[in-house]
């Protein structure tokens, strides 16, 4: 019995093999392909794709990479693709007179190869950066704060990006000024930053960071900047999604009527572009769905190049007291750019509008008082209570850094001194004194 049903048991192997590597390792990969396409079911863009060769392999495209938004859909729809190629091959096989039964594992290969070949690109291959970016961007896009926080500590991110995204889980779950120097900081731009030198991939995460603090003319030029950075005239679920949304916040229905007739036509996209086609202009609606956000939205522009990103998040908290995210992010800026002064300032007012009326956060903590300890001998006097863990630990840290004369030996590089506010500071002050002339 075996020996009659090996060949199918085979094929049934290979299939699961191949579900289950797109359904897990590469499960950010198919997101990846999935947002750098857009299958419409009209006439009109199986006419248009038709009409060249490219666009026909463009048609075909699209349409299979439209399942990937369902992550188990899009890994079933490959593995069969994958089998049905294979099967292909082998009844080939037989029609050239190679349909030995020890000839079937040749039957494989051609499946193999246009999976590892089509499905993975070479600059994902070849590319740690790019594969992390794509990882954190997928993380980003489902919402999954703790996996990136986890992820973090597991390996340090070698992007910015990687940095900036998991600041941003930090700060969504409330966790950034008690623990963001547990994790790798590079300074302000790994936690907000402009659409300069950036792998095009990074808008779209950039986009859901403004999108969420209230910036929501940056969030829109970035997912711009994202659906333009496409190859070949490629259209962008995601993007289109985003830019229809930025547009129905900030009441420009004209615009955001031409993304919704984009989406309508789309399989995952199509029921929520259809139903604001019937609701736009219709503010009771749009209040119920979008109120929060459009109180909270800031209406000036050009953020993205703001040398000084603390003004633009001043004006965010400004706007709407209640933004207790861009409060934090307001903080974090303070301790990334080495400001203990505008610290202890944004602290109070922090404090003014009922956020951090226990105790302040643990970095806050860690900043003021070895600041204070600079300049003054007495503890006692501390502008701000301080936790007894911290009092403890800030110490210790303080008083090895009185001692040092350099910074190279290793336990400078170890906990608890690596997990500090003043281990991130000794860093960026050795960097600059490293690159001055």
């Given at each position: 019995?075996?020996?009659?049903w090996?060949?199918?048991?085979?094929?049934?192997?290979?299939?699961?093999?191949?579900?289950?590597?797109?359904?897990?390792?590469?499960?950010?990969?198919?997101?990846?392909?999935?947002?750098?396409?857009?299958?419409?079911?009209?006439?009109?863009?199986?006419?248009?794709?038709?009409?060249?060769?490219?666009?026909?392999?463009?048609?075909?495209?699209?349409?299979?990479?439209?399942?990937?938004?369902?992550?188990?859909?899009?890994?079933?729809?490959?593995?069969?693709?994958?089998?049905?190629?294979?099967?292909?091959?082998?009844?080939?096989?037989?029609?050239?007179?190679?349909?030995?039964?020890?000839?079937?594992?040749?039957?494989?290969?051609?499946?193999?190869?246009m999976?590892?070949?089509?499905?993975?690109?070479?600059?994902?291959?070849?590319n740690?950066?790019?594969?992390?970016?794509?990882?954190?961007?997928?993380?980003?896009?489902?919402?999954?704060?703790?996996?990136?926080?986890?992820?973090?500590?597991q390996?340090?991110p070698?992007?910015?990006?990687?940095?900036?995204?998991?600041?941003?889980a930090?700060?969504?779950?409330?966790?950034?000024?008690?623990?963001?120097?547990?994790?790798?900081?590079?300074?302000?731009?790994?936690?907000?930053?402009?659409?300069?030198?950036q792998?095009?991939?990074?808008?779209?995460?950039?986009?859901?960071?403004?999108?969420?603090?209230?910036?929501?003319?940056?969030s829109?030029?970035?997912?711009?900047?994202?659906?333009?950075?496409?190859?070949?005239?490629?259209?962008?679920?995601?993007?289109?999604?985003?830019?229809?949304?930025?547009?129905?916040?900030?009441?420009?229905?004209?615009?955001?009527?031409?993304?919704?007739?984009?989406?309508?036509?789309?399989?995952?996209?199509?029921?929520?572009?259809?139903?604001?086609?019937?609701?736009?202009?219709?503010?009771?609606?749009?209040?119920?769905?979008?109120?929060?956000?459009?109180?909270?939205?800031?209406?000036?522009?050009?953020?993205?190049?703001a040398?000084?990103?603390?003004?633009m998040?001043?004006?965010?908290?400004?706007?709407?007291?209640?933004?207790?995210?861009?409060?934090?992010?307001?903080?974090?800026?303070?301790?990334?750019?080495?400001?203990?002064?505008?610290?202890?300032?944004?602290?109070?007012?922090?404090?003014?509008l009922?956020?951090?009326?226990?105790?302040?956060?643990?970095?806050v903590?860690?900043?003021?008082?070895?600041?204070?300890?600079?300049?003054?001998?007495?503890?006692?006097?501390l502008?701000?209570?301080?936790?007894?863990?911290?009092?403890?630990?800030?110490?210790?840290?303080?008083?090895?850094i009185?001692?040092?004369?350099?910074?190279?030996?290793?336990?400078?590089?170890?906990?608890?001194?690596?997990q500090?506010?003043w281990?991130y500071?000794?860093?960026?002050?050795q960097?600059?004194?490293?690159?001055?002339?």
């Amino acid at each position: 019995m075996f020996c009659k049903w090996w060949k199918a048991a085979l094929s049934v192997v290979f299939g699961i093999v191949i579900f289950m590597i797109c359904r897990f390792p590469l499960c950010a990969l198919m997101n990846y392909h999935e947002q750098s396409h857009l299958f419409r079911w009209t006439a009109f863009y199986l006419r248009d794709q038709f009409s060249s060769w490219d666009g026909l392999q463009e048609y075909l495209v699209s349409f299979v990479t439209q399942f990937f938004y369902v992550e188990w859909l899009g890994a079933l729809l490959v593995a069969l693709l994958a089998v049905g190629i294979q099967q292909v091959v082998w009844r080939l096989m037989r029609l050239l007179r190679l349909g030995h039964s020890w000839l079937y594992l040749l039957s494989f290969v051609p499946a193999a190869l246009m999976f590892y070949y089509g499905m993975i690109p070479q600059h994902y291959r070849d590319n740690a950066v790019f594969r992390e970016i794509v990882e954190y961007d997928y993380l980003m896009r489902t919402h999954q704060w703790q996996v990136i926080a986890e992820k973090s500590v597991q390996t340090v991110p070698q992007s910015e990006h990687g940095i900036r995204v998991t600041n941003h889980a930090l700060a969504i779950q409330g966790r950034l000024l008690d623990e963001m120097f547990f994790y790798q900081q590079t300074g302000p731009k790994g936690l907000l930053a402009d659409d300069q030198q950036q792998e095009p991939l990074t808008y779209y995460s950039l986009s859901d960071i403004y999108m969420h603090l209230g910036f929501i003319n940056e969030s829109e030029r970035l997912a711009f900047n994202a659906k333009q950075s496409l190859p070949d005239h490629h259209k962008s679920g995601r993007a289109f999604f985003r830019l229809a949304e930025t547009n129905i916040i900030n009441g420009n229905y004209t615009i955001a009527r031409k993304y919704l007739n984009y989406l309508r036509s789309t399989l995952y996209y199509g029921s929520w572009a259809r139903n604001w086609l019937e609701k736009l202009g219709d503010e009771t609606y749009t209040e119920e769905q979008y109120g929060n956000v459009r109180r909270r939205r800031t209406t000036q522009v050009n953020h993205l190049i703001a040398p000084d990103k603390s003004i633009m998040l001043t004006e965010l908290v400004q706007q709407d007291s209640t933004n207790r995210l861009a409060m934090d992010y307001l903080l974090a800026y303070d301790l990334l750019t080495l400001k203990h002064e505008q610290v202890l300032e944004h602290l109070r007012w922090g404090e003014q509008l009922g956020y951090y009326t226990q105790i302040a956060p643990r970095a806050v903590q860690e900043c003021l008082m070895g600041s204070w300890l600079l300049f003054h001998p007495d503890a006692t006097e501390l502008p701000i209570p301080i936790s007894k863990d911290v009092y403890e630990a800030t110490g210790s840290i303080m008083k090895a850094i009185a001692m040092a004369r350099d910074f190279n030996d290793p336990s400078f590089n170890e906990p608890p001194f690596s997990q500090s506010y003043w281990h991130y500071r000794i860093m960026v002050l050795q960097q600059k004194l490293s690159t001055t002339p």
